[in-house]
């Protein structure tokens, strides 16, 4: 069982818009701005989009947006294209306890 | 650019030690933290932990009575040690930098390995 919890799919339409929650508690998402989102194709190794929560890395695409409110974090894709079709999992920082935490991870498919 | 590159036996038998390598390129391990994430069908991704050459590491409370981590400056690489593995450990293990920021670490891993496949069995 994973410590942030994602939905396990979500789906819609090519030109569409999406968006994946992460949910987490008073501990991790709950304190710290530090949440990144990263997305990943089968076989490869994931890839960062998204770090503390809203911030995108040079040359990530503008339709990939992240906010967080309270214990849950977002991932909005916009203009979804056959190319966004991936799996996106969500990066926590949770204290010197715990550390830093994963969601399960959400299969994106573009319908 | 810095490139990651893991090695490492694919096969481990149950109760012995895992060890992995991860080769740097293209920048030296003297900066940012370096860390070991693995990657299972079900439990998804895991942080493993990290070191930081200047001198400091952090592990997975989960796993910290069996991990080692371990960095050789002189020849740019460090290094995973997971003792006394069971078949819960087979999984993908990718090694990851996450670079230095005022506020790191905390999760933002901006370079990984393609990652390596380890399976436990006799």
């Keep these: 069982q994973s410590a942030l919890t994602q939905p396990a799919s979500v789906s819609g339409s090519p030109g569409q818009s999406i968006t994946i929650s992460c949910t987490g508690t008073s501990s991790d998402i709950g304190t710290w701005k530090f949440v990144s989102w990263y997305q990943q194709y089968p076989g490869k190794a994931p890839k960062l989009i998204i770090y503390e929560a ?38 926590s920082y949770a204290g010197s306890a715990a550390f830093i935490l994963f969601g399960g991870g959400t299969r994106l498919t573009v319908l | 650019q810095v490139q990651l590159q893991e090695s490492g036996p694919g096969l481990v038998k149950p109760s012995e030690t895992l060890s992995l390598t991860c080769s740097v390129s293209g920048g030296s391990i003297s900066r940012h933290y370096w860390n070991w994430i693995r990657q299972t069908p079900g439990k998804g991704l895991e942080w493993i932990g990290y070191i930081y050459t200047q001198g400091s590491s952090k592990y997975n409370p989960s796993l910290k009575s069996r991990v080692a981590i371990s960095a050789d400056t002189s020849k740019n690489h460090f290094s995973l040690k997971l003792l006394s593995v069971t078949a819960a450990d087979t999984a993908i293990y990718f090694c990851a930098r996450e670079p230095e920021m005022v506020a790191s670490p905390y999760g933002a891993f901006d370079t990984w390995g393609h990652g390596t496949m380890v399976t436990v069995s006799s």
Aim: with cysteine; glycine share 18%; net charge positive.
């Design chain 1, 54 to 91: 809203t911030k995108r890395p040079s040359g990530v695409s503008g339709r990939f947006s992240g906010s967080r409110s309270g214990g849950t974090a977002s991932l909005t894709v916009s203009g979804l294209q056959p190319g966004d079709e991936a799996d996106y999992y969500c990066c």
